[in-house]
T-cell receptor, first 115, second 115 residues
């Protein structure tokens, strides 16, 4: 059974700092990995999608890497801003076994960027 | 519409009442997922459809939960005889089939409160 873990559970940083969020998964049989952002009371917004054959994806100040063999992904946020404050979730789309086609989430990292 | 639409956005039910939650996926998306998100937790998988076929319902917590997608488009999640532990946000997502290189898109969710 696929399990996804995110570290840290919560992070508070001053504005302008660069930061790294971590995600690990137990089964490397995945199609892709997505990073989502969730604001309080809102749905999930997709930030970056990394295919299993890719190593990284970039969008603006965000960079996500994927090491499928070791079951790890990181989300790097450069020059953080108060507007980045939200919960960040990673999810893997499973490619094998009984989890085929299922999107499995981590518990999320709650990020607070203070001015 | 342009995105995944869920209704209602908020639902208050008395314990024992039946509820029905609706999801309108993005046009052309054959995969549809339902997730349950408790406060402070990551989304937990409930069930998954490909077109009208329910391929995986392993996450449904009890036989009080039932989901359908009769024409392969709109889906309904029904909860019978609601209980307080059913209070959560119910998220719907849709995507193209696994392995085609596309990510999942989420609706805003339905917040269910059972009193």
């Amino acid at each position: 059974k696929q399990e996804v873990t995110q570290i840290p559970a919560a992070l508070s940083v001053p504005e302008g700092e660069n930061l790294v969020l971590n995600c690990s998964f137990t089964d490397s049989a995945i199609y892709n990995l997505q990073w989502f952002r969730q604001d309080p009371g809102k749905g999930l917004t997709s930030l970056l999608l990394i295919q299993s054959s890719q190593r990284e994806q970039t969008s603006g100040r965000l960079n996500a890497s994927l090491d499928k063999s070791s079951g790890r992904s990181t989300l790097y946020i450069a020059a953080s801003q108060p507007g980045d404050s939200a919960t960040y979730l990673c999810a893997v789309l499973n490619a094998g076994g009984t989890s085929y086609g299922k999107l499995t989430f981590g518990q999320g990292t709650i990020l607070t960027v203070h001015p | 519409g342009a995105g995944v639409s869920q209704s209602p956005r908020y639902k208050v039910a008395k314990r024992g009442q039946d509820v029905a939650l609706r999801c309108d996926p993005i046009s052309g998306h054959v995969s549809l997922f339902w997730y349950q998100q408790a406060l402070g937790q990551g989304p937990e998988f409930l069930t998954y459809f490909q077109n009208e076929a329910q391929l995986d319902k392993s996450g449904l917590p009890s036989d009080r939960f039932f989901a359908e997608r009769p024409e392969g488009s709109v889906s309904t999640l029904k909860i019978q005889r609601t209980q307080q532990e059913d209070s959560a946000v119910y998220l719907c997502a849709s995507s193209f089939p696994p392995g085609q290189g596309f990510g999942a898109f989420f609706g805003q969710g339905t917040r269910l409160t059972v009193v």
